[in-house]
């Protein structure tokens, strides 16, 4: 049974086909960030659109009439009418009738569901109700968020919204850029821990670059860096073992951070399950071998940084000593 045949006249329904093609983009997207203002407007449309269709509203609204509160809203413009208490009840009320409605056409099976009319008037009023809540929530949102001063413009993102919901085509392929949002929002992290734990990075580096000219100092690949206290002669690990270690890990200025020798029980613990600068050394110790490790901040915790003490950007030294390989 045809969902929009039963709640809307003629008229209606081809008003709302129209509604979609209407709007015209009036912004360029030129940066990197416009696209993910755009992106992320787009995906909290698709998810705004599925919540529309669950209470059977996709196919009823006026969305000309929604993107314009909605608009009006989220800018702190002036608007016909607020969301007091009554219009609240009113939108409350239109929107449990046909969300029950909906769900007896779902489930009905013998196609005699009495259909119900609403006026103009009715959607109208309903679509600017829902169009000021939702317009007022994500433009608090966004100012409280700060998302501007690292130029997320709201425009963008109500534009990737609004053509996400009325099903416009997509100015940005979302599954191209994926992982868009996520890289930019990162190295916003990673710049800003920077600026407050760049020291950190600077003085590890500054370390490792004097402590390669060491005769006795061994230099990976990687960055990597170690010297031999003791040469053991049994098996190397691999990626797939377990192996049972003493260990003693200090920061730059020698603080102790963690130690299984104060502890006096030897550590276990999977190869390919701790930072990766312990990854690859543990792949060239021999068993009965005691190494000291200086791991570049890169292949230790990096800019997270690890508990209290470990900040952001720290390179760590260890003392290692491969006791065995569990069976």
């Known amino acids: 049974m045809n969902f929009k045949n039963i709640f809307l006249t003629g008229a209606l329904v081809a008003s709302l086909a129209a509604c ?45 009439t929604y993107f314009d509160a909605f608009y009006r809203a ?20 239109f929107t449990n009738i046909v969300q029950i409605q909906t769900q007896r056409v779902i489930t009905d099976t013998t196609g005699n569901v009495t259909p119900v009319y609403f006026s103009k008037s009715e959607i109208d009023s309903a679509s600017y109700l829902l169009g000021v809540a939702d317009g007022k929530n994500l433009g608090e949102g966004y100012r409280e968020s700060g998302l501007d001063s690292v130029g997320i413009k709201f425009c963008f993102y109500y534009e990737g919204f609004r053509e996400s919901i009325q099903e416009a085509e997509s100015r940005i392929n979302a599954d191209k850029y994926g992982t868009m949002i996520n890289d930019f929002f990162a ?20 370390f490792l670059s004097k402590n390669k000219e060491n005769s006795d100092v061994i230099t990976t690949e990687s960055g990597l860096q170690y010297t031999i206290i003791t040469e053991g002669n ?14 003693t890990g200090t ?3 020698g603080t102790v951070f963690d130690s299984s020798v104060e502890r006096g029980e030897p550590a276990v613990f999977g190869v390919g399950q701790v930072i990766q600068g312990w990854v690859e050394a543990l792949q060239l110790m ?4 005691k190494w000291r490790l200086f791991i570049p901040q890169e292949l230790a915790y990096g800019a997270n940084g690890a508990g209290q003490m470990i900040k952001p950007f720290s390179m760590l030294i260890f003392e290692v000593e491969l006791l065995g390989i569990e069976k």
Do not use: C, W
Not at 76 to 92: C, R, T, V
Not at 286 to 289: C, H, I, L
């Open 20 to 64: 979609g093609s209407s709007y015209k983009s009036q912004t360029k997207i030129e940066t990197r960030a416009d696209s993910v203002a755009y992106l992320m407007g787009s995906i909290d449309g698709g998810r705004q659109k599925a919540t529309f269709k669950h209470f059977g509203l996709d196919t009823l609204l006026d969305f000309d």
């Open 74 to 93: 989220s800018n702190q413009k002036s608007l016909k009418y607020n969301l007091d208490l009554a219009g609240e009840a009113m939108l409350s009320k």
């Open 187 to 206: 190295e916003i992290r990673e710049k800003e821990v920077m600026a407050q734990f760049g020291d950190n990075k600077r003085e590890g580096e500054e």
């Open 234 to 247: 049994g098996p190397i690990p691999t990626i797939r073992n377990t192996v049972k270690v003493h260990y």
């Open 251 to 253: 920061l730059l200025d």
């Open 286 to 289: 021999p068993v009965g071998s």
